[in-house]
């Protein structure tokens, strides 16, 4: 297993589709994970560390979690098939609950857990991004349109 990190939730122009970027902690790979809006929100705020004034449902399973006394030590995303990530959470009473990648990834963020990733689906679905310098971009206003946008972006652009 590899210890990955979330390295962003991003929006795929033009189909405005969110995605969960997971890359490789000592390395360069990065997996492109195609999710949906209200799960980019919760990873998004997790991420940025926006509190709301009533529990969310991530928020919720943790608090439930922890009222048991039991906590989530580890998320190992563990097998793609097509364009489907598989994932565990694995608990401290030793458990594995199968869970959608991104409400793992989401729960991760909430619990402090470290996130792992099988050497097969980072081998089959992770790509080393090109370093491109701003001067050899052919399309210099698409570029710009698609930063602009990331700049105006929020989570709670992604609620339902």
């Not at 189909?15 to 195609?34: A, D, H, M, Y």
């Not at 949906?36 to 449902?57: D, F, H, K, N, V």
């Not at 990834?105 to 050497?119: H, I, N």
């Not at 080393?128 to 709670?156: A, Y």
Request: charged share 25%; glycine share 6%; proline share 6%.
């Amino acid at each position: 297993m590899i210890p990955v990190s979330i390295t962003g939730v991003r929006v795929e122009l033009p189909s405005t589709q969110p995605v969960v970027l997971v890359g490789e902690i000592e390395g360069n790979r990065q997996i492109p994970i195609w999710i949906g809006a209200p799960e980019a929100s919760a990873i998004a705020m997790a991420q940025q560390g926006i509190e709301t004034e009533r529990p969310l449902t991530h928020d919720l399973f943790i608090n439930t979690l922890a009222a048991t006394g039991v906590s989530i030590d580890r998320v190992e995303i563990n097998r793609v098939e097509g364009a489907v990530f598989y994932s565990s959470l694995v608990l401290s009473n030793g458990s594995r609950i199968d869970a959608r990648t991104s409400d793992a990834l989401a729960l991760s963020l909430r619990a402090g857990a470290p996130v792992f990733c099988d050497e097969s689906v980072m081998e089959e679905t992770g790509i080393v991004p090109e370093r491109v310098d701003d001067d050899v971009i052919e399309d210099e206003e698409k570029l710009k349109e698609f930063r602009e946008f990331l700049d105006t972006i929020d989570p709670e652009d992604f609620a339902s």
